[in-house]
Each structure stands twice: as C-alpha cells, then as structure tokens.
C-alpha cells in the first residue's frame, strides 16, 4: 500500500478563467472532455493503494461518461469484496480529494450492496449504469458493471413510476430549460438530467431514445455547460444574463441572443425525446398491468371530427385521409388533442406537416374556430401547442411564429422567451374569458400582445398592424381586427396607469376613458393586462396592483357609462382636526398629519424604509397649515410591520424629530443603484393641476427618501407620487404642483433628481 505519509500526487491542473479565449476554448467540447477524464483516471490510479485484491474504484456521473465539464465534481464508489480496513482505504483516497478542493461525491459498498441499493433506488441504478473501472481490481469491476446493466433491464419497468414522479418533482422545481430566459443546463426539464433519463430508458430496452438529433444537442449542451464553467471559473449550470455573452464568445456564436435561442432549440429537442420515452413506457406498463383473459380497450375511440384516439395517441380517423385534405384539420387536431389532454401521435403530425395543404387567406371558419379552442383549451394548450411546433405547423399557420419563437426577453421580469410568454398568456387568459363579451376576442388578443417585440421601435406601436394583418388573415370581420389591433396597442395603458398615476385626478380618468372608448373594451383591456402581467413573472404582478387595476377600470367604466369624473377624496376627519402629530395605521395604508413644513414626506418615507416596508404609492395635501401624507406600501420581505413601533416612529418624525431616521438617511445617501444611465421624463398634460416627472432609474436603498428630500430641497411640492418597481427598476412618478412652465426651472430640478439618483 502506498505510504500515508508520503506526498500525494498533484491533482489535474484546472484551466483559468483568466486565459486568452483561444486557450480557454482548447477546454470546450468532447474531445476537451475527455483529456479531462483521462488525466483524472491517472490521478486517481496514483492515489489508489496499489496490489490491494478485492477493492476497485469505479467512476460514474459525468468522469464514468467521460464528459467531465471543467469544474464537475467526482462521482465514486469504491468497491470492495469484505475487505478489512476498507475505511482507513476510504479515507487514503477521499482526504487527497478534498484537499485538492474539488467535489466529491464518493460511496463505499459491497457488489452485494450496490446491487441492492440499486434494485431500489433508481437514481442509484441509472447511476451505476454509467459505471466505469478506473482502478483496482478490474475484475471486481466488470462483475458490478455487468450485473448492474442487467438488474437494471430486469427492474427498469417497475422502478419506471419512482423516475417519473422524480423527474416531475425535478421540473416543478426547474421550469422548462427550453423557455426560461435563466435556465438550469442540468436540472430544468430538457436539460443534461433528462438525457441521463433517456439513455437510462434506451439502455432498459423500452425506446430508441438517443437518436442523432438528441446526440448532437446533447453534445452542444454539454460544449455550453464547458464555457459557463470557463466563463465563471467554478461549477456552475444555471446561463444567468450577465455570463451570456462571455459564453457565446468562447463558443464563438455571434451574440448573446443567438446562444440562448440555440440552448432553447436542443432543450426542445432533448424534451420531446423525453415527452415520446415516457409515452412508450405508459403504453408497455398499461399493456402488463392488463389481467390475463381480459381484453384489451377498444382500438379507436372517436374524439372529434376526423380524430380518434388509439393507445392513449390521437391519430387521424380513415375519413380524414383522402386525395385532399382539409386546410383546417392540423388545427382541428391540435385543438382536439388540447382538448382531451392526450398527445398527438407522431406519425399523424409528420403526415400533417407533409401534406395537409396551406390555410387560405382568410382561413375557413372551421380553422378560427379551431384556432380559439386551442387558444381556449385550458392545460391542453401548452404541450398541445409544443407539440405542432416541434414539426412546423405553427409556422404553416403563423409565418411570424419562426421569428418569434424562442426570442429572449432582456428585462429580468420575464421569466420566459417571448414565445411561450405569448402562449402562456393566452392560457392565463382563459380564467377571465367569462368576464368578457367577446372570449374569442380575449384570447386572440392575449395570443398576438407582444408580436412586435424584435422589432425597431415600440413594440405595442409596431405590434398593432401586425396583430391586426394576422386577425384579418385568420377571417376576424373589419369590426373585430380593429378591437384586436386596439387591444394590442393598449395591453399596457391600465397597468401604467394604475400604478404610475394619480387616480383620484379626474385627468387620469379622463385620458383612459377616451383611449378605450366603450365598455367592452375597457374589458378587454383589464382581462389582458392580468393574463399578460401573470404570464411575465412573479415581479409583474402582485395584489396591490391588482386593487389598483381593479380601481382604475371601475372609475373609468363610471366614465363612460354616466360622464362623471371622480372627485378626490375628503381626508380622514381625524386628520384634519386632530391634536398634531395624527398617526393612523389600516392595513397597507399609513396617514401622518403634521404642521406643514420641509421634508415631512421625505421623512416618512425613510421611516416607512426604516421598518422594510416598500412604498408603493403616497398622496400629500395641505389644509390651513395642516400637511397631510397618505402612504401606500407592501412589507418588503413579506413580514408583517410592529404597529406599535412604527406608530411611535413616525409619531417622532411627524413632530421633527430627526434621530429616528439618521441611519436610514446615511446609508440611503451612499446607496446607488445598477449601472444604467437614470432618466427623468417629464409629462405636462397628465394631470389637473399638476405636472408629472417620471424618474426611471435602478431601485436602490432609500431610493424614494433621496429623490424626495431632492425635490424638496429644489423647492418642489409634491401633490403625490406612484411607486412602481419592475424588477431591479423603478418608474416613479412624482405629481409637482404649479405649472412648471419654465425649462429652466425643470432643468434645475431634473439636475438635482439625477444627482440624488
């Protein structure tokens, strides 16, 4: 045995990530990967205590498939047959490990052990499939490997069910590496796991599913995973935004964009391998769970019109298959397939790509209303929709789709590419079709919102002739394009209003009623806007501003129904006449009264900061010396506030005293937020008597307290202000009383803003 005292070997040199890209890609790809692997074999030979019989150490994981990425950890198991001191082996080997820093998982066990872990455990069993002898008693190796591979051909039906909910359980908490604009290169659904999953599939015998189209992505997944370990200098699998162009340029791919749409295309390509593996290993576990002498389920069950199922498969009904078929029936079957939540058969969606003829312009109205219902159909849509775009009949449908289809979305809200967003916001949609007249309308609109999005210029502006061309193409009468085209040019008129400005102001209500126009769009509008902000991401929705939509639609419905604009609210009583300072705390709403003087809302807020609670909205108004501020705000971290110490707090603040908010103040005066250039826009005709500077800037500690005391300090006043944060971004707006007629004035102000920012 090799002595304990002796130096170990040096393990295999990792690359640094400060290397010339040249030499940094000399580590990217198969070949890269398994020089890693073979030099990782010959260190661990050397550590290995030599002339031991009946012990072997055996590589799995990504060093036993030899595709080591730069930064993987060591998966082991050493492999012993009763030998004793097999611990104080252990040890010789694992301590080198460690102290050379590099991740071990490692397990030590018996040939009888192993087997029997495995014959229970499928994550050990798919493991051991990838077993490989590095060193040791080769021997004792082969027999594990062998009798592993077969256990697992014996055992792999049964263990199916365990996989399946593991692997669901995995997704759930991953997403879809396919859509997500941060995805997981392992663990998200069509990520390197699942491609474990398949070959552990195909190994069992069930399926073919290593086929040269899930070879080649696997491989560019694997070239991916390689330049984010570079990129970043340690293990990492999630692409997040700021690695994506250092991965694309080691990987010599034009830019950032590109590299995310190509991960997107073999995750796809890995998830339908993963979709169609599953479905055979239903169809042989339902055929031997059937009792013997029972016959089996009738072959073909109709579902709709030309579609019937067959082994839990929608396939075409004789009928459909004629000398011409119908234009509209892709879309029939799809929208049948979301229907009853079965999966389309893949011989009838490539018979449906070959030759089912193009839709004419406008299309059949057997096909729009076959479009609604696969727009309408609920949890069928989703893997319905996927499933016709992996063979192309979206884009026989849509030609825009293929410029659509896995495009990034830059802003951190969006949590998916801007094609699934669109789909999954028509199925958001579906919850509110029965608050509209027209559903049919909702879902459409919801579907094409964002279809200017890629191009020059504002999407919602650019979006609208090209949602209203398609509306018009799939047969919508002159009436119905018009409301889509307004609906997508409007989807983002309610949220901006509702959380930018003042709704109290008969101006705002005013300006939306007129844009809208009626009711029914008004509906419309106020159903997408929370399909669209529930479809983006947890960061677009919250239920603040959900009251506040909700709000803002009913005054402007009261608009347009009578004509009558609402008049600002008359304060609290308590507040007008109370004994100075009034305090008073309901839910998310907090009113200070106190004698009129500088920096009073500048104060609260940083005693509002103070206590983590996010402002989301405040309102100031002053009656005979009487200055009275209403805020508006949402604990930041989801803890409820002490009422009875933020009472005393702002009590203190109300009456002057400054102590309680000097450590707020410090530190939000050194705080500064992101790295993009703060803009101010000013908007003159926005309100009543006021005008509205929109500051959008990253968000930042004590962010509102700077840009108050800013704006009080340059002689501001301010009438009321609307906190909206979108991420790491806020777009504030500050209602400033008086005409502000003058560019010099507004310059002087705009310049103190920038610089408190």
Known sequence: MANPLSEPPAPPARPSAGGSLDKLRDHIGAAARDKRAAALDVWLRELFPSHLPGVSLLAVGGLGRRDCAPYSDLDLVLLHSGTAGIDRIASALWYPIWDARLGLDHSVRTLPEALSVAHDDVKVALGLLDARHVAGDETLSAELVAASGDQWRRTAVRLMPQLKELTQTRWAAHGELAFLLEGDLKEAAGGLRDVTLLRGIGRAGIADTMRPAVRAATLRLLDTRDALHLAVGRRVDRLVAQERAAVAGLLEIEDPDALLRRVSGDARTVAHAVDDAWRTVDRLRGNRRRPVGVPPAPARRPIARDVVEQDGELVLARTAIGPVADPSLSLRVAAAAAAVQLPIARATCEWLAAFCPPLPHPWPASARAALVSLLGAGPGLLPAWETCDRYGLIDAWLPEWARMRSLPQHHPIHRFTLDRHLVQAAYEATRYAREVDRPDLLLIGAFLHDVGKGLPGDHRLVGAPIAADIAARIGLPPADVATVEKMVRLHLLLPDVATRRDLDDPKTISTVAEAVGDPATLDLLHALARADSQ?????????????????????????????????????????????????????????????????????????????????????????????????????????????????????????????????????????????????????????????????????????????????????????????????????????????WASADERDRVERAVLAAV
């Open 535 to 739: 479809a983006t991401g947890p960061a677009a929705w919250s239920d603040w501003k959900g009251r506040l939509m909700a709000e803002l639609v009913r005054r402007v419905r009261t608009a347009l129904d009578t004509g009558a604009l609402p008049e600002p609210p008359e304060p609290d009583p308590e507040l007008l006449s109370g004994e100075l300072p009034v305090v008073q705390l309901d839910g998310d709403q907090m009113s200070v009264a106190a004698a009129d003087r500088r920096g009073l809302l500048a104060g609260v807020a940083a005693c509002l900061a103070m206590h983590r609670l996010d402002v989301v909205a405040a309102n100031t108004t002053t009656v005979d010396g009487r200055a009275i501020v209403e805020f508006y705000t949402s604990p930041r971290y989801g803890t409820p506030y002490d009422p009875v110490a933020l009472t005393a707090d702002l009590r203190r603040v109300a009456a002057g005293d400054v102590s309680v908010t000097q450590r707020v103040r410090a530190r939000a005066m050194s705080a500064r937020g992101g790295t993009a250039e703060p803009k101010v826009i000013w908007q003159r005709a926005a309100a009543t008597d006021a005008v509205v500077l929109e500051l959008r800037a990253a968000d930042s500690p004590g962010l509102l307290y700077r840009v108050t005391a800013a704006l009080d300090e340059a002689g501001a006043e301010i009438r009321a202000a609307r906190i909206s944060t979108l991420g790491g971004d806020v777009v504030d707006a500050f209602y400033l009383v008086g005409a």
